[in-house]
């Protein structure tokens, strides 16, 4: 039995339908100086509806590239991204990103307007983008803040302002790149939390990007560990369940993890990985 079946109550179709995303043996590089440079040689997983999905790996291992190409924004050399049994998706709405860079707030609008500015670009109308705007702005503790401007919030605030307008547009999925990669300790174990009550509230599918064991282990179902230059996936770790320290199989998940990532030389004792 794998982990998927534990997935319960899809947000979108039932598990017949198939895996929200499916990416296929799927190779991608860049141009650099008239020269093709692989980045990603091998990655295969599916995601299915609801579930949480990890992807970890050293820098440079492919985890933005892989992203981005979901996103739409890159093409594959070969194989397959699917989403919703659609090949090589365009960029959508229905898969909302949050990166690591504070500055991905529009530092001319206020925090409403951020939040409300894509759902009007979608096409709700002005009270109803308002509306759902104030209400994922609420949910992620912001209420206070609707007409303050970027500049006047800490990073933690930024960053509970992106996944307020990720969320806000009702997407199928959450694309995350290291969104916490940024916060001191204590403000990253904060949104972590809430993240994982807002995933479960919304119970939008999550693939999240990080560098850190721990947050892989604490926030998914499924992490994909990335490694080798161009990378491949080297393993899918199942760690459903494994929510905090005291959780059985959470040390062995976290040894395992740490094992596949030192193959790669990865300094372990370094400030990145935890
Ligand atoms: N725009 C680009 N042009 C050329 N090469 C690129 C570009 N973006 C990424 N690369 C290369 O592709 C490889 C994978 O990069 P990528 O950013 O996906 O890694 P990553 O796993 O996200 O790393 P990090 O953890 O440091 O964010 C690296 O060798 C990188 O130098
Ligand atoms: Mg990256």
Do not use: C
């Amino acid at each position: 039995m794998t982990s998927t079946t534990t997935v319960e109550t899809p947000r979108d179709g039932t598990r017949d339908d198939g895996p929200l995303l499916l990416v296929d043996r799927v190779a991608i590089g860049y141009q650099r100086q008239g020269r093709h440079v692989p980045a990603v040689a091998d990655a295969t997983f599916e995601v299915w509806p609801g579930e949480k999905i990890m992807l970890l790996g050293p820098s440079g291992s492919g985890k933005s590239t892989i992203l981005k190409a979901i996103g739409g924004f890159l093409r594959p050399t070969a194989g397959r991204i699917v989403v919703r049994g659609r090949d090589t998706p365009e960029p959508g709405p229905d898969r909302a990103f949050v990166f690591q860079e504070f500055d991905q707030l529009f530092p001319w609008r206020t925090v409403l307007g951020n939040v409300s500015y894509p759902l009007r670009v979608i096409g709700a109308d002005r009270a109803r983008a308002r509306r759902q705007a104030v209400e994922f702005l609420e949910l992620m503790g912001l209420k206070d803040v609707l007409d303050s401007y970027p500049h006047q919030l800490s990073g933690g605030m930024k960053q509970r302002v992106a996944i307020a307008r990720a969320l806000a547009v009702d997407p199928l999925m959450l694309l995350m790149d290291e969104p916490f990669g940024a916060l001191d300790a204590q403000t990253r174990g904060r949104l972590q939390r809430e993240l994982v009550q807002i995933v479960a509230r919304t119970r939008v599918t999550l693939l999240f990007v990080t560098h850190s064991i721990d947050e892989a282990v604490l926030l998914g179902d499924r992490v994909v560990v990335l490694g080798g230059r161009p990378s491949q996936v080297k393993e899918i770790v199942d760690v459903s369940g494994l929510d905090g320290p005291d959780a059985p199989g959470f040390a062995d998940a976290r040894h395992r993890l740490r094992a596949l990532l030192a193959e790669d030389g990865e300094d372990l004792h370094g400030a990145v990985f935890e």
